[in-house]
């Protein structure tokens, strides 16, 4: 069973940046590929990002392209969204997630994190 917490959420300034971690604990974190999503209120858990088990591969959604970053230490089981050029409409509940491969769907991730709140203010 694999544990996830994240961190690093906050209020931040509309074209600020902020970096968001998950730890993951109680398995092999380099065997699970990771995944970011968000959760706006009233609207549905999307994508953000995801990297593959050894970070040599990583995708993003649309809206995060060119903004956001994620990467991994397999060192210290933790996962990290850079987010830069925060817009109002970034603001969410970030969770990390963990699952075998790497997924845009919520429903193909196995473990996920309490979330983080991440305010944007305009």
């Known amino acids: 069973q694999v544990q996830l917490v994240e961190s690093g959420g906050g209020l931040v300034q509309a074209g600020g940046s902020l970096r968001v971690s998950c730890v993951a604990s109680g398995g092999t974190f380099s065997t699970y590929a990771m995944g970011w999503f968000r959760q706006a209120p009233g609207k549905e858990r999307e994508f953000v990002a995801a990297i593959g088990r050894s970070g040599g591969d990583t995708y993003y959604a649309n809206s995060a392209k060119g903004r956001f970053s994620i990467s991994r230490d397999n060192a210290k089981n933790t996962v990290y969204l850079q987010m830069n050029s925060l817009k109002p409409e970034d603001a969410a509940v970030y969770y990390c997630?963990?699952?075998?491969?790497?997924?845009?769907?919520?429903?193909?991730?196995?473990?996920w994190g309490q979330g983080t709140q991440v305010t944007v203010s305009s």
């Open positions: 997630a963990a699952g075998e491969l790497v997924y845009r769907t919520p429903r193909s991730y196995d473990y």
